[in-house]
């Protein structure tokens, strides 16, 4: 079993929704969740992450954690077609660990 | 404020040829990533330098090699290339415990 499990998709979702993504995990050891974009033929870019368990939120992006269930959620409100992107979620232990654990990645479409 | 910065972007190669990526950061970061992404594989950590002067290797190590030049880059070299190693490459770096990273652009490589 891969340490980050994330559905694939694709997600397509029409301009306005809430867009919902998820990822799960195995390693009781993770403290560091994060999200990451990809646009097309780009790099992964840094979206957001959270320390432990609780929500973090950012504009229309809210980062949730929840420990007990091992489970990782980023919720987008009022979703835009430039949202449209793969999104990556990643974990690491921090404490000196250098090695982030991705997901495979969510394609998401939002079409006008 | 270029981040990290990696060359070249495209690349086609023979079977046998040998090739080395660069990687240059400019963030101050201690440590260095370079990843392959495939597709339905997620990106997958080849080998990594914690801090100037060590490297280690990831989860798909074979048939590459490192150099941690010193603190800014950090090359990758395939010493005979492979079909198989037909890839988009990504160098990243990260500078907190936390093990966040930032990445580059990528280098597209066809291997026929």
């Known amino acids: 079993q891969k340490e980050v499990e994330q559905d694939p998709g694709p997600l397509s979702v029409p301009e306005g929704a809430i867009v919902s993504l998820n990822c799960t995990y195995s390693?009781?050891?993770?403290?560091?969740f994060m999200w990451y974009r990809q646009y097309s033929r780009k790099g992964p870019e840094l979206l957001m992450y959270?320390?432990?368990?609780g929500n973090k939120e950012d504009g229309r992006f809210t980062a949730q954690v929840d420990k007990s269930s091992k489970y990782i959620s980023l919720f987008i409100r009022d979703s835009q077609p430039s949202d449209s992107a793969t999104y990556l979620c990643a974990s690491n232990s921090g404490a000196g660990s250098y090695q982030l654990t991705f997901g495979k990645g969510t394609k998401l479409s939002v079409i006008p | 404020n270029a981040g990290v910065t990696q060359t070249p972007k495209f690349q086609v190669l023979k079977t046998g040829q040998s090739m080395t990526l660069q990687c240059a950061q400019d963030m101050n970061h201690n440590s260095m990533y370079w990843y392959r992404q495939d597709p339905g594989m997620g990106l997958r950590l080849i080998y990594y330098?914690?801090?100037?002067?060590?490297?280690d290797k990831g989860e798909v190590p074979n048939g590459y090699n490192v150099s941690r030049l010193n603190k800014r880059e950090f090359s990758l070299r395939l010493e005979s290339a492979a079909p198989s190693q037909t890839s988009v490459y990504f160098c990243a770096s990260s500078g907190s415990r936390t093990g966040i990273a930032f990445f580059g652009q990528g280098t597209r490589l066809t291997v026929v």
């Open positions: 390693n009781s050891a993770f403290q560091y």
């Open positions: 330098s914690a801090s100037e002067g060590t490297t």
């Open positions: 959270t320390y432990s368990s």
